[in-house]
């Protein structure tokens, strides 16, 4: 497979093991381990807050004789904690790996401005320099489900090796970070193309038809490779949930002209279907007087409407004030219908009207994150 440079890190495979889905049983996460050293990856990701991950995946290690050299991890620590709370986590998280050092420890979440506080001048600024001094880590990165201009401060800081963020096909609002984050020499991981994505791996017909004949999932995976991004995240479940890793996993080059011509396809059918009601995300319609996140809203409409993803769209929106800072905390229905955005949209939106269509779309029972 092909490895990529990451920030300070030695080189990752094209596609990293996301650990927090084969976690029903140790055996699971083994197999799951074994399949993905098969494909050539050799870059795993995990974190205390994925439950057993971390157990059952330093018991893999051992169980398959894996050397630190043929596998590199990267670990996580939630923001918040004291110096003596985040030793004491990074302690464990090694001792559970069977781990002296790690290869990358990232800021599990810098969601706030209350989190990049912590970093920069509270007590998360003492525990990444004594890692770092210790030598427990080779370099300390971020992720991050905030706003853009957090990430942007993040990456504009200097203090990060890489980062990883949610960059998609379908969502490309992350993107000039993401190239502002290589151009810096970051190592830089895309969260959950597949799931977070879209649920690309069951794509509905309308998107299947737009991209064929190429499969919608790996056109997103193709999109990210060929913008340059170190490496794609791969949450799998099962040894066959790898195939993917193994089918792209030397594909790095730049798009292919029909992969081009599959995006223009996508393009015209988000058009056709919206129409004059596509919002083009250019956020000018914010701030909201009442805290409505109106892009993300209205590009799960965009999403439902123009690309016929529904079901991932409900899903998504069930989750606005479910999941804290990791997560959008006001739905459409908030929208005092003040017109304040009106004058701002380049577009000339029925902006209220819009939120009004995506919640009658979309509402539905209250939906919790994967973990936490």
């Not at 440079?5 to 074994?34: N, Y």
């Not at 990074?90 to 989190?115: I, P």
């Not at 799931?195 to 190429?214: H, S, T, V």
Request: glycine residues 10%.
């Amino acid at each position: 497979m092909v490895r990529r440079a990451f920030g300070a890190c030695a080189p990752v495979s094209l596609f990293t093991l996301g650990t927090m889905r084969a976690l029903e049983s140790p055996a699971q996460l083994q197999a799951v381990l074994e399949a993905a050293l098969e494909a050539g990856i050799n870059h795993l990701e995990t974190a205390p807050a994925y439950g057993p991950s971390q157990r059952y995946l330093g018991r893999a290690l051992r169980q398959l004789g894996i050397e630190p050299a043929e596998m590199l991890i990267t670990s996580k620590l939630l923001p918040g904690c004291s110096l003596q709370q985040g030793q004491q986590q990074l302690q464990r998280t090694l001792e559970q790996l069977g781990r002296a050092r790690l290869d990358n420890l990232a800021v599990h979440g810098l969601n706030t401005a209350e989190h990049l506080q912590w970093v920069f001048s509270g007590p998360g600024r003492d525990l990444l320099q004594w890692a770092e001094e210790e030598q427990l880590v080779g370099q300390v990165g971020f992720s991050s489900h905030g706003p853009n201009d957090l990430i942007d401060t993040a990456i504009r800081s200097k203090r990060f090796g890489f980062a990883s963020l949610h960059l998609h096909l379908l969502d490309p609002a992350r993107m000039h970070l993401a190239a502002q984050a290589l151009q810096q020499g970051m190592g830089l991981m895309a969260i959950s193309p597949a799931d977070k994505g879209g649920q690309l791996w069951d794509p509905p017909p309308m998107l299947q038809q737009a991209c064929a004949p190429i499969a919608p999932l790996e056109l997103a995976y193709r999109f990210l490779i060929a913008r340059g991004i170190s490496t794609l995240t791969l949450g799998a479940a099962s040894p066959d949930q790898l195939q993917w890793a193994q089918l792209l996993g030397g594909a790095d080059g730049p798009l292919t002209a029909s992969e081009q011509q599959a995006l223009e396809r996508l393009n015209q059918q988000r058009l056709d279907n919206l129409g004059d009601s596509l919002c083009g995300q250019c956020r000018a319609c914010l701030p909201c007087p009442s805290g409505v996140p109106i892009p993300e809203l209205l590009r799960l409409r965009n999403l439902t409407i123009g690309h016929g993803m529904e079901r991932h769209a409900r899903e998504r929106y069930a989750m606005v004030g479910q999941a804290g800072h990791w997560f959008e905390q006001i739905n459409a229905a908030a929208c005092q219908g003040c017109n304040q955005c009106l004058p701002r949209c380049p577009h000339q939106l029925p902006i209220p009207e819009l939120l009004a269509d995506t919640h009658q779309r979309l509402a539905s029972s209250p939906r919790r994150r994967l973990w936490g």
